[in-house]
């Protein structure tokens, strides 16, 4: 039994049943220690596809591709025992057709062990989360904010504020209808959210939207302070990891030139004392 209670790994069936409940804790992975360090902590982890920009640099997450996903869908799954793994589609991988979008869920579940599948629309990918759910692939949606449709989006801004909530009010219900388990709800104003989460029966996880959500997620290079490229208003640092390794890093740079590393205790003596 671990700190959450569980002794086996959650299912989404489990996440579902949390709605209204306590809340869902919920993190990004992309390595198998970090998976590890989180697995007693957390309800749910994210293979997210926030891999490309905080691990490979990418300027956004369109550039992922279905083989960056399974690398680390792989290196996650080996750091976990009892949190639900969910992984995300990458753009392109599911956009064009139910079809599509089932021969690289089945892909990415059959290669990585994952036990979800996440990938971003509201109304207009309502049919692809049915015909996912129908043939044995459970579904975390995402709406708000959908970070592969920055380019059409014009930017990473809030979604839904005044008229336009009405949009993405009836995109949640429709992920709801279609039957994901859960939706994430990105960079959406704090009333809505709420109103979302009482008027949508599956749990709505926020980032960036309310602390009166069923759960939350962070990007977990953020929360820990490691990635500080930019900081988003909705990410609190938990700790600041980041200027710990560049200390790290100078102090063994300053030593190595120094010659005081390696210092006795880190070499070998030519002869082994009898
Ligand atoms: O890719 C990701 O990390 C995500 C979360 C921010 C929800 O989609």
Do not use: W
């Not at 709406?143 to 008229?163: C, D, E, F, I, M």
């Amino acid at each position: 039994m671990s700190a959450t209670g569980q002794a086996r790994q959650l299912m989404p069936a489990d996440i579902l049943a949390r709605k209204g409940g306590a809340p869902i804790v919920c993190l990004t992975a992309y390595t198998t220690p970090m998976a590890a360090m989180m697995d007693a902590h957390v309800d749910l982890v994210l293979v997210g596809d926030s891999v490309g920009m905080v691990l490979h640099g990418l300027p956004s997450t369109v550039g992922v591709t279905m083989d960056m996903m399974i690398l680390h869908g792989q290196a996650v799954a080996r750091g976990l025992k009892q949190a639900l793994m969910v992984i995300d589609m990458p753009f392109g991988s599911y956009e064009e057709s139910p079809e599509q979008a089932f021969r690289n869920a089945a892909r990415l579940m059959r290669e990585t062990g994952a036990g979800a599948v996440k990938l971003e629309g509201g109304q207009h990918m309502a049919e692809t989360i049915a015909f996912l759910v129908k043939r044995g692939i459970p579904v975390m949606a995402h709406v708000g904010l959908t970070p592969q449709s920055v380019n059409t989006l014009g930017g990473y801004k809030v979604q839904g504020r005044g008229a336009d909530g009405e949009r993405l009010m009836a995109d949640a219900k429709a992920v709801a209808a279609a039957g994901a388990f859960s939706v994430v709800l990105e960079k959406v104003p704090q009333g809505l959210a709420d109103r979302v989460t009482a008027e949508v029966a599956i749990p709505t996880v926020g980032i960036g939207a309310s602390a009166g959500c069923d759960g939350q997620v962070l990007v977990v290079d953020d929360m820990l302070g490691l990635f500080t490229a930019f900081k988003p208003k909705f990410v609190k640092r938990f700790g600041t990891l980041g200027e710990q390794a560049e200390a790290a890093i100078a102090a063994y740079a300053a030593e190595v030139r120094a010659r005081t590393f390696p210092a006795p205790e880190h070499v070998f003596a030519d002869e082994v004392k009898k």
